[in-house]
């Protein structure tokens, strides 16, 4: 089993940054990925950005690209979700997830965390 822990989130006002942080219990994959994904009531399980265990690929959904950075640290088994220029549109919980490979599709990824809510403020 691998538990997945996110912290960071918060409340911010627009144009406001916030770091989320997501700690694996372990790695399933030698070669797998860690994504961020997002959710607000009502919709489904959106795809914010994903990086490959090692680092050399890194992917963001278009709405962040430029105003958020995904970053990992493999001896701690963490990946880190550094969020600039914070938009009302991206109030949502954030979730932590671990695939066998990158992908933008949330149905890729066998371990979730529990999430951690955003909430950007006008």
């Known amino acids: 089993q691998v538990q997945l822990v996110e912290s960071g989130g918060g409340l911010v006002q627009a144009g406001g940054s916030l770091r989320l942080s997501c700690a694996a219990s372990?790695?399933?994959?030698?070669?797998?990925?860690m994504g961020w994904f997002r959710q607000t009531p009502g919709k489904e399980r959106e795809f914010v950005a994903a990086i490959t265990w090692s680092g050399e690929s890194t992917y963001y959904a278009d709405s962040v690209r430029g105003r958020f950075t995904l970053s990992r640290d493999n001896f701690k088994n963490m990946i880190y979700l550094q969020m600039n220029s914070l938009q009302l549109e991206d109030t949502a919980v954030y979730y932590c997830a671990v695939g066998r490979y990158r992908s933008t599709l949330y149905s890729d990824y066998d371990y979730w965390g529990q999430g951690t809510q955003v909430t950007v403020s006008s």
């Open positions: 372990r790695m399933p994959y030698r070669s797998g990925a």
